[in-house]
T-cell receptor
Framework: KAGVTQTPRYLIKTRGQQVTLSCSPI?????VSWYQQTPGQGLQFLFE???????NKGNFPGRFSGRQFSNSRSEMNVSTLELGDSALYLC???????????????FGPGTRLTVL | AQSVTQLDSHVSVSEGTPVLLRCNYS??????LFWYVQHPNKGLQLLLK??????LVKGINGFEAEFKKSETSFHLTKPSAHMSDAAEYFC????????????FGTGTQLKVEL
């Protein structure tokens, strides 16, 4: 069974630009979550999508947005990039339960974003 | 709100000796607790999880953790360290009924020496 895949793996952008990251979950998984990892702030939850709806949201500005498609693939968009957005962005998928109980999340390798 | 505190940012052990990585949690609700491992330039891998069943949880690669409510702790142990265990370990908490919103600790870097 294929794992979680993220594209691209590496990305270099300049301040003010926008970027879109993609995540393909494990087949059959309906929940996709996004996390930002930086040396200073550690791992922080961005948002979770379940059945094309945002179910949970972290404390990030509105420049960070996401969406999920009917095949459960998800994209994350960051507009008006800032230097501080340089980070490893991790996507995780899980089967997802309608009752909201946490289930095992499987992480992808991440997209390394560098903002110059 | 829930949170976890990893008490050591760096732990160094000799190969073949026990490993202890400490984690305390804070949660107003019955928490789900996890340990994840991250090897250099790799994604996160789940070692084990606690979801209010048995308090002693066995994971992969010989790791286990014990949930102690009275001490609000969820320490990770392994009887004998291997060189391949060198990595960063994260203690993670999730609120029951809160979906998949994970709150990560700051991580413990484990070094294994010959």
């Amino acid at each position: 069974k294929a794992g979680v895949t993220q594209t691209p793996r590496y990305l270099i952008k300049t301040r003010g630009q926008q970027v879109t990251l993609s995540c393909s979950p494990i087949s059959g998984h309906r929940s996709v979550s996004w996390y930002q990892q930086t040396p200073g702030q550690g791992l922080q939850f961005l948002f979770e999508y379940f059945s094309e709806t945002q179910r949970n949201k972290g404390n990030f500005p509105g420049r960070f947005s996401g969406r999920q498609f009917s095949n459960s693939r998800s994209e994350m968009n960051v507009s008006t990039l800032e230097l501080g957005d340089s980070a490893l962005y991790l996507c995780a998928s899980s089967r997802g339960s309608s009752g909201g109980a946490p289930d095992t999340q499987y992480f992808g390798p991440g997209t390394r974003l560098t903002v110059l | 709100a829930q949170s976890v505190t990893q008490l050591d940012s760096h732990v160094s052990v000799s190969e073949g000796t026990p490993v202890l990585l400490r984690c305390n949690y804070s949660s107003s609700y019955s928490p789900s607790l996890f340990w994840y491992v991250q090897h250099p330039n790799k994604g996160l891998q789940l070692l084990l999880k606690y979801t209010s069943a048995a308090t002693l949880v066995k994971g992969i690669n010989g790791f286990e953790a014990e949930f102690k409510k009275s001490e609000t702790s969820f320490h990770l142990t392994k009887p004998s360290a291997h060189m391949s265990d060198a990595a960063e370990y994260f203690c993670v908490v999730s609120k029951a009924g809160g979906g998949n919103k994970l709150t990560f600790g700051t991580g413990t870097q484990l070094k294994v020496e010959l």
